[in-house]
């Protein structure tokens, strides 16, 4: 099966070895076909959350070296994951070497599909063409890094390597000496030509103020690196919580008002109600074990339903925006009393519905303000109160409505 890989890596080698081009895109045609749609990328690891709200999502599968380690990371076990991947909900691929995946004998039949991405075989060589003298650059890097790791105490190395976007577990000094390395080579070929986007640094500069400068390269990655290699020229889907970490400065809410940040206890409380999962669940290699082909399928059916997918992206955009307006660390058992509080009311509504006109034209105002009062009034002086009209109404005027009427639907199945 080894051989297989090889080969699918290979292949991908041959296919982009002479390509020169400066666009990310050129060395990725199939994500960017015109006729597909369009692709996002995570990092976080909760895949089916995600996947409630988007389609074809990009992941990684890069230093898992058992499936176990597959379910912590992504929240879906192999037979799970190659079903996402058939179904063309999800794009595999790797930055690793194929040598890299030797033993890592569990997913050699998802790398020999050929519809995973060896990102080794690509990206290097858009790096290449923009900054040709990138690997050299990197190898004098690493060998000084490495040098200078050596000299630390383990107190001075562990603070260094715990300000990293990504904390090298368990690897050794060289490891994390050839990671901070590529990441300082790769920041300085983006930053060659758009010096507007922030500061290059030079190992020293990191070694001797490891914080804040760290904090300040890895702003500079996401800035001018991540879009071509996270991203790969798509989106990238940013957990909340790493935003926080890499832009202190700005304001929590601020972040929540991006539309690619993702605020996981959001997605928690949506999976919980939606697909009827608890994210904390699908990383537990036990629920994976005793959930029966029938609930696959049926997670499965959900998660490709366009439809169900645009109004979970509908409430989810909605909690956001109401989450950002307040206290953006909430938790999952603040956001479902909220809602269950918004739900609440709108049933008090329907019951004054029945009242007549003028109760429930003073609720109205009451609840969504004196604008949304104006735009129903055609509707009520009609001198009928439908309460469909009035549904449309208020989740036009108060999209905290949307979510109340969202989760409603969804419970009562």
């Known amino acids: 099966m080894f051989i297989d890989v090889e080969e699918n890596a290979q292949r991908q080698e041959r296919l982009f070895a002479g390509r020169k081009s400066a666009l990310i895109e050129d060395y990725y045609p199939e994500l960017h076909d015109k006729q597909s749609e369009p692709f996002t990328c995570t990092i976080c690891s909760h895949l089916i959350p995600d996947l409630m709200t988007r389609r074809r999502i990009l992941i990684d599968l890069d230093n898992l ?227 029966t082909f029938y609930q696959r399928e049926k997670l499965l059916d959900d998660l490709q339903q366009d439809g169900e997918r645009g109004a979970r992206a509908e409430a989810e955009r909605n909690l956001r925006a109401r989450i950002s307006r307040g206290h953006p660390d909430v938790s999952l058992d603040e956001i479902k009393h909220f809602v269950e509080a918004d739900i609440a009311w709108v049933k008090r509504y329907e019951k004054i519905c029945s009242l007549g006109y003028n109760s429930a034209n003073f609720w109205f105002m009451m609840f969504v303000g004196e604008f949304a009062y104006w735009l129903g009034a055609a509707s009520f002086m009609a001198g009928q109160l439908l309460k469909d009209r009035a549904k449309k109404l208020l989740e036009f005027a108060a999209p905290r409505i949307q979510v109340a009427n969202f989760v409603r639907s969804r419970t009562r199945r």
């Not at 190659?82 to 050699?108: E, F, G």
């Not at 990671?179 to 990191?206: C, Q, Y």
């Not at 991540?226 to 809410?253: D, E």
Request: with cysteine; charged share 25%; glycine share 4%.
């Open 65 to 291: 070296r058992t499936e176990a380690d597959l379910i912590h990371r992504f929240g879906v076990d192999k037979a799970f994951l190659m079903k996402l991947q058939q179904r063309k909900l999800v794009i595999v691929a790797t930055n690793l070497d194929p040598d890299q995946h030797k033993n890592n004998t569990w997913m050699h039949d998802i790398l020999a599909n050929q519809d995973t991405i060896f990102k080794s075989n690509r990206t290097p060589h858009f790096f290449r063409a923009r900054f040709p003298d990138i690997e050299d650059v990197q190898r004098d890097y690493q060998i000084y890094i490495k040098s200078r790791f050596e000299k630390l105490s383990t107190q001075d190395y562990e603070f260094l390597i715990s300000h990293m976007d990504v904390v090298p577990q368990n690897a050794p000094r060289s490891g994390a000496a050839n990671k901070l390395a590529w990441d300082i080579a790769r920041v300085e070929a983006m930053l060659r030509e758009d010096s507007t986007i922030g500061p290059s640094f030079t190992p020293d500069d990191i070694l001797e103020r490891p914080h804040p400068t760290l904090g300040l390269l890895y702003r500079d990655k996401m800035l001018a690196v991540s879009p071509h290699t996270g991203a790969l020229g798509g989106s990238m889907l940013v957990p909340y919580q790493l935003m926080k970490r890499l832009f202190p400065h700005v304001p929590p809410n601020e972040h929540l008002r991006e539309k690619l940040v993702s605020h996981e206890e959001i997605m928690s409380y949506l999976a919980r109600v939606s697909l009827e999962v608890e994210p904390a669940d699908l990383t537990c290699a036990k629920y994976w074990s005793r959930i």
